[in-house]
């Protein structure tokens, strides 16, 4: 009875925390600006040329060369920020903002011992987290385990952020979709780098929330093994803005009035199937299974408001031999406080890839 009340308490908390965040007029709501294209036609054939053909899961990250300084260094570990240009191809490079063009990562390294008996995880960013400083904290006490953390910051957020849009809240239905894309390219190209140049041992990509979702993906259509490590994440966008309590802080009615203006009249609940439809671009499910699904750990929370659990389940059973953890918690609770069984999943699941040849 304690353990039902208290994941009850979780489960109230992500939905006070996101009435506060959502409900109120505090921000504006998700998506204020409509969906981003003038008429609906040329907005899907956007969206469908921003996602991968599926089928592809071999084509090869685009090589990138980035541009590093040391902010600190002491004898065990050594923290270094470095800056390229978005891999993007020119049709997405167009939609992206001008500020989301040159990408920032953050990367902490052990010194203890060469590249290739180390391994290094990409970090991707949940929804609002627009500095280093949350995922270096996640990553910080594995320096001691001889794993890297490279942070990479998202596009529309941070310094990449466009000048019009406030805190995370992404003007259009299609800006999602154009980070989700351009996030994608940017960590299979940051992946490459580690191997090819850096000489990395392992990788790994993780992410909590939007950023589970995106390594999913990452994790999916890298053409070698990886760690794949959701946090916290569903295993399609659709859950989080039609489902959970993001569809509370989605502007409805703006979109409604965006199509009105295409002369297209629908109800509020055919805009949200119209939404669904969009969104279904994100399902992780119809992603090809990563070269190694054993190491493919989700971490999901019991009291989820955000995330129900069908959803985690539902990408457990499209990719056989992942595994799901359970944390006792909410979104919201067990994104502060668990933050132990999230490193302990990185090491679990890098301890289950081989370690690449080492060099002659």
């Known amino acids: ?44 054939k956007m969206i469908n040329q921003l996602f991968p053909v599926l089928g592809a899961q071999n084509w090869p990250p685009v090589e990138i060369q980035p541009v590093w300084k040391t902010v600190w260094e002491t004898r065990t570990a050594c923290l270094r920020e470095g800056v390229f240009r978005t891999p993007c191809e020119d049709q997405l490079l167009g939609a992206l903002p001008p500020e989301s063009h040159i990408a920032r990562v953050a990367f902490l390294m052990p010194k203890s011992v060469p590249t290739h008996r180390m391994s290094c995880v990409v970090h991707l960013a949940g929804t609002g987290d627009h500095t280093f400083e949350r995922r270096l904290r996640l990553g910080g006490p594995l320096v001691k385990e001889n794993i890297a953390t490279m942070v990479l910051e998202s596009p529309f957020y941070g310094q990449r952020r466009p000048m019009l849009q406030r805190g995370a809240k992404l003007l259009c239905v299609s800006d999602l979709l154009i980070l989700g894309r351009a996030t994608i390219e940017e960590a299979r190209s940051l992946l490459h780098w580690l191997d090819s140049e850096a000489g990395f041992g392992k990788m790994g990509v993780c992410g909590l929330s939007m950023g589970g979702v995106h390594a999913a993906m990452v994790g999916s259509l890298h053409p070698t093994p990886v760690a794949t490590l959701p946090f916290l994440s569903p295993h399609s966008a659709v859950v989080a803005f039609c489902e959970g309590i993001l569809k509370h802080g989605t502007a409805w009615e703006a979109l409604r009035n965006d199509l009105a203006t295409e002369k297209v009249a629908m109800t509020l609940e055919e805009v949200r199937e119209r939404m669904r439809n969009v969104l279904s671009l994100t399902d992780v499910t119809r992603f090809p299974i990563p070269k190694n699904p054993d190491a493919v750990i989700l971490v999901s929370a019991t009291d989820d408001g955000y995330i129900p659990k069908h959803s985690v389940l539902e990408l457990q059973k499209a990719w056989p031999g992942s595994e799901v953890r359970w944390v006792t918690g909410g979104h919201v609770s067990s994104f502060l406080l668990h933050n132990d069984e999230f490193r302990r999943a990185i090491v679990d699941g890098l301890d289950r890839l081989p370690w690449k040849e080492s060099p002659l």
């Open 1 to 44: 009875m304690v353990t039902k009340n208290l994941g009850m308490l979780h489960y109230v908390l992500d939905h006070v925390y996101g009435a506060f965040m959502h409900r109120t007029k505090i921000s504006t709501p998700f998506f204020s600006r409509g969906w981003g294209g003038t008429k609906l036609d040329m907005l899907e």
